[in-house]
């Protein structure tokens, strides 16, 4: 069975997100999608960060089709041993060239291409603008 990662955020998930969790699924047998904890998103995004709480963002991830699994993160130790599992990993276009979490520990990294328009910071920034 070929296992499949993606990892993120997911804090409000858009059409972008959707795109890239198909593309993965695509790719293999089972899809596991690593999302960071509340904290890590504050640190990493800001004090007004997660919109959605991580049992939110499980849940509705849970419930998607391409979806299998979803894990939550809390550390990057926590992150490179889910990626330890798994046969293939898919980042956005946008880390190519970047170092990655993991990366040392895994065969394969494949690049999503990052759809134009779609980006959660800018959808807030959207929402809050209106």
């Known amino acids: 069975m070929k296992q499949i990662i993606v990892n993120g955020t997911f804090d409000i998930v858009h059409s972008g997100h959707l795109a890239l969790l198909n593309y993965a699924r695509s790719l293999g ?3 596991i999608v690593a999302i960071d904890s ?7 995004k800001g004090a007004d960060r997660p919109v959605n709480t991580q ?3 499980q849940e509705l991830l ?4 391409s979806v299998d699994e ?7 130790q926590e992150l490179v041993d889910i990626i ?12 190519r ?3 990655i979490v993991g990366q040392h520990v895994i065969s394969d990294i494949v690049f999503f291409e990052r759809i134009h328009g779609f980006s959660t910071t800018e959808k807030i920034q959207h929402i809050a603008n209106r």
């Open 70 to 76: 979803v894990r939550i993160f809390d550390s990057d």
């Open 62 to 65: 849970s419930n998607l089709r």
């Open 84 to 95: 330890a599992e798994c046969d293939i990993m898919v980042k956005g276009s946008d880390y």
């Open 38 to 44: 509340d904290r890590r998103v504050k640190e990493l």
């Open 97 to 99: 060239g970047r170092p």
């Open 55 to 57: 049992a939110e963002r």
């Open 29 to 31: 047998d089972y899809l």
